[in-house]
């Protein structure tokens, strides 16, 4: 099958189209051949939607949405500055690395905003190397702008473009890792979508889920593992920096952390270099520790364990501390070298270590996401909506059809009978594409059958108008499907572009609208053309009536 058509919706639309052209091209061709058809496609719809929906836990063939269903809604903000710091801290240590190696002596290499940093004090005799490393680290072909300032300084900026396509790259990162970690909580149909006006929001809709706090914090944890060599540790920021003359060396930097006793603050002087971080890791579980305690324990990749096995080798007897979104979790000591495998520990619970084990599994987040709306929908409430759409679209329905059984006679029936085959090829549709029936998803299976009737109004009233004008029966009817086919066409067409303008521009509610209509205009088409046209054919058969009942 070519790739484009794996899309279910897509193929839906190919197959439907097919169906029209040979029902059209078969018109004409025996009642028997065209009952058969019509029949083996309604029975499929049949058997793709049934049931429905389950009852209590029990699944359907249809997928609820939020609304129907009850689950958790939230709308998070990306705050995209944070890769752009992390960009630019990268480039720092780089600077610094680079020109520590080749015996440059700078003074300073700070980060000025998000999208700059500066380098300042070179040594005169220096200055052309050191734009040489800039030259050959952040290329204006990648986006970087490197400007001199003063005889010994430079600074280096994003371009506008630059800093568009990371912002733009974090909030993809951060949806595909909230998708990862979202399938760890096993929920069924989510729904992950960017939104917001400068598309650094990402809306998450949990259907099925109700421990809301859990999902946030499984959501929410960025989950930044790093194992860093630690040089000392106090139970003050004071207390430790008293040996570097109150000063932070450059190539280090503090971290807080727990201490030795249970609610006592430890502070941790630890390079900047990491050991290894959580892009090393293979996998992470939950376990107990030697002291039947819960933890983490991780595998490394391959190029993380020859890392580790060289670092720790290296370190023996030193304390290495596990920070984890920025605090130290513990600061085990080394005792021997360690290879591909280790164990997070922190006086974590035992559904702690669990959560934890599933966001390191799952990657750690580019960027801090704050919560901007949360909503809560009980599955009390969805079955309410269910019963009161189902309720709706019933009474609709009854209505509709003593309008047209008191207006249109027996040909009435007829209209019923494509109602109904309509009704069942769009929930055949949608259980076959997986779409997602919402309450706005309802409204839209009613305005369908509103569409229907008025298709069969066009057909009907035409048909009238053959039969005063003095045609047979049979000569009134053909002409009455032939003079509206392209009338039906014209209007569905119409509402389909409307539809598709909503799908591309609309939110999840007005989505759900579409998808609906679009599938029940698309089997309008087919059951009140094609079937209704059959109907009648198949009553009348052979024999010549002289009079209609419409």
Request: hydrophobic residues 45%; contains cysteine; charged residues 20%.
């Given at each position: ?10 193929l ?17 061709k ?57 960009t ?53 072909t990648?986006g ?59 809306l ?10 859990q ?52 502070f941790?002087?630890?390079r ?80 702690e ?32 909506s ?163 009942s419409?």
């Open positions: 099958m070519p790739p484009a058509l794996q899309n279910p919706f897509l839906w639309f190919v197959l439907s189209a097919a169906l029209a052209v040979v029902c059209y091209f078969t018109m004409r025996e009642l028997r051949v065209r009952a058969t058809l019509y029949g083996a496609f309604i029975l499929a719809c049949v058997v793709a939607m049934w049931p429905p929906y389950g009852k209590g836990d029990a699944p359907g063939k249809i997928h609820l949405g939020l609304d129907l269903k009850g689950g958790i809604h939230l709308v998070l903000q990306v705050q995209t500055d944070d890769a752009l710091n992390a630019i801290d990268d480039g720092v240590s780089t600077v610094r690395s680079q020109a520590a190696t080749k015996g440059i002596q700078v003074a300073a290499v700070n980060r000025v905003d998000p999208t700059s940093f500066k380098v300042d004090g070179i040594e005169p005799a220096r200055v052309k190397d050191v734009h040489d490393i800039l030259g050959d680290y952040f290329r204006a990648d970087w702008d490197v400007r001199q300032q003063g005889s010994q300084g430079f600074l280096v900026r994003m371009t506008d473009p630059l800093v568009s396509r990371l912002r733009d790259s974090t909030v993809e990162e951060a949806m595909r890792t909230l998708e990862r970690r979202i399938n760890q909580l096993g929920v069924a149909e989510p729904i992950i979508a960017q939104t917001g006006s400068k598309g650094d929001q990402i998450v809709q949990l259907p099925g889920v109700t421990d809301v706090e999902a946030k914090r499984v959501i929410g944890t960025r989950a930044q593992l790093s194992l860093k060599i630690v040089e000392d540790a106090a139970g003050s920021r004071e207390s430790l920096l008293e040996k570097t003359a109150g000063k932070v060396p450059d190539n280090m930097e503090v971290v807080q952390g727990q201490g030795r006793e249970a609610g006592q603050p430890e941790y002087l630890v900047k270099e990491s050991v290894i971080t959580g892009r090393d890791l293979k996998n992470a579980r939950a376990g107990v520790g030697q002291t039947n305690e819960p933890d983490v324990q991780f595998t490394l990749n391959p190029a993380g364990a020859d890392k580790f096995k060289r670092e720790t080798g290296r370190n023996i007897g030193r304390r290495l501390a596990i920070i984890l979104d920025g605090s130290v979790a513990s600061a085990p000591t080394i005792q021997s070298q360690i290879g591909a495998e280790g164990q997070i520990t922190g006086r974590f619970t035992t559904q270590a669990d959560e934890l084990s599933k966001i390191l599994r799952a990657g750690a987040l580019p960027a801090t996401l704050t919560y901007l709306q949360e909503l809560t929908v009980g599955a009390s409430l969805g079955r309410d269910i019963r009161e759409g189902v309720a709706a679209a019933g009474i609709g329905m009854a209505f509709l059809g003593i309008f047209m059984v008191v207006y249109y006679r027996l040909s009435g029936v007829n209209a019923i009978v494509a109602l109904t085959a309509n009704l069942v090829i769009l929930l055949g549709a949608m259980a076959y594409t997986g779409a997602t029936l919402t309450l706005p998803g309802i409204a839209g299976v009613i305005l369908t059958v509103g569409v229907g009737v008025d298709t069969n109004v066009l057909v009907f009233e035409r048909i009238r108008e053959e039969l005063r004008n003095g045609k047979t029966v049979k000569a009134a009817i053909n002409n009455g499907f032939e003079r509206v086919w392209i009338t039906i066409l014209d209007t569905h067409a119409t509402a389909l572009i409307a539809a598709a303008f909503l799908f591309q521009f609309g939110t999840g509610p007005v989505k759900g609208f579409a998808v609906t209509l679009v599938m029940g205009l698309v089997a309008n088409i087919f059951a009140s053309y094609f079937v209704s046209h059959f109907i009648f054919e198949w009553v009348l058969g052979k024999r010549q009536a002289a009079s209609l419409i």
